[in-house]
C-alpha cells in the first residue's frame, strides 16, 4: 500500500537559517511520482515539484532544492536562507503511474514557522 | 491560462441543512476533477473524484455526494449536514494524462453548527 510520512510535525526556523523538510514514501510501484506542495494561511495548496521514480538527480530552483534517493525512499526539500513568506504548510505526496486518473497520497504536513 | 473558481469562501451552515459547493475550471476540456477535504490536523482526504460528465467516483463513504454536469463544472452536495462535515473542502484538477501536479482552488471553509 501507498503511504508517506512526514515525521516533522511542525519546525520553527530564524529567518536566514536552513531548514529540510522530510519525506519518506512507501510504494510497490516502479514507476511513481513524488510532489511538494505549499500550503500559505491562505489555505491554497501550490504545486512546487513534480519528481518522477525514474529522475534521480536532485533539483535546484531558487533557494528550494529537493533529493530524492529511491535506496531509502526519501525526497526531502530544503529551503535555503529561509524567509518569513516561506512560513506554511509543506505536504509530500506521492502518486502511482497506472491510475487513468492522479490518485495522489498526501503526507499529514510539515508547518513551518520562520521568525523573523 | 487554465483558472480553477471555488465558491462560496466560507459558509457556516446549520446542523441538517442542505450543501453545495461549485467548481469549475477554464481553459482546459475534458480535465480530471477532484474533491479534497481537509479536516483540523491538516491531512488531505481524496472525496471524490471525477474523469468526465456524470462519472464519479467516491473515495469514502460519507454523507456527500458529487455531480459533473458538465465538462468543467463538478459539484459536491449534502442533503442533510452533520458536524462531522466541518472542515476546508478544496476543489483541483488535473489535464487527465496521468500523474500530473494537482492544480487546487482556493477552498471552502465550512463550519456545520
Known amino acids: 500500500a501507498q503511504k508517506v510520512t512526514q515525521a516533522q510535525t511542525e519546525i520553527s526556523v530564524v529567518e536566514k537559517e536552513d531548514v529540510t523538510l522530510d519525506c519518506v514514501y512507501e510504494t510497490r510501484d516502479t514507476t511513481y511520482y513524488l510532489f511538494w506542495y505549499k500550503q500559505p494561511p491562505s489555505g491554497e495548496l501550490v504545486f512546487l515539484i513534480r519528481r518522477n521514480s525514474f529522475d534521480e538527480q536532485n533539483e535546484i530552483s531558487g533557494r528550494y532544492s529537493w533529493n530524492f534517493q529511491k535506496s531509502t525512499s526519501s525526497f526531502n526539500f530544503t529551503i535555503t536562507a529561509s524567509q518569513v513568506v516561506d512560513s506554511a504548510v509543506y505536504f509530500c505526496a506521492l502518486s502511482e503511474g497506472k491510475t487513468s486518473y492522479d490518485k495522489v497520497i498526501f503526507g499529514p504536513g510539515t508547518s513551518l514557522s520562520v521568525i523573523p | 491560462s487554465q483558472t480553477i473558481h471555488q465558491w462560496p469562501a466560507t459558509l457556516v451552515q446549520p446542523v441538517g441543512s442542505p450543501l453545495s459547493l461549485e467548481c469549475t475550471v477554464e481553459?482546459?476540456?475534458?480535465?480530471?476533477l477532484y474533491w479534497y477535504r481537509q479536516a483540523a490536523g491538516r491531512g488531505l482526504q481524496l472525496l471524490f473524484y471525477?474523469?468526465?460528465?456524470?462519472?464519479i467516483s467516491s473515495e469514502v463513504p460519507q454523507n456527500l455526494s458529487a455531480s459533473r454536469p458538465q465538462d468543467r463544472q463538478f459539484i459536491l452536495s449534502s442533503k442533510k449536514l452533520l458536524l462531522s462535515d466541518s472542515g476546508f473542502y478544496l476543489c483541483?484538477?488535473?489535464?487527465?494524462?496521468?500523474?500530473?501536479?494537482?492544480?487546487f482552488g482556493n477552498g471552502t471553509r465550512l463550519t456545520v453548527t
Open positions: 483541483a484538477w488535473t489535464p487527465g494524462q496521468g500523474n500530473s501536479p494537482l492544480h
Open positions: 471525477s474523469v468526465g460528465i456524470g462519472q
Open positions: 481553459g482546459t476540456s475534458n480535465p480530471n
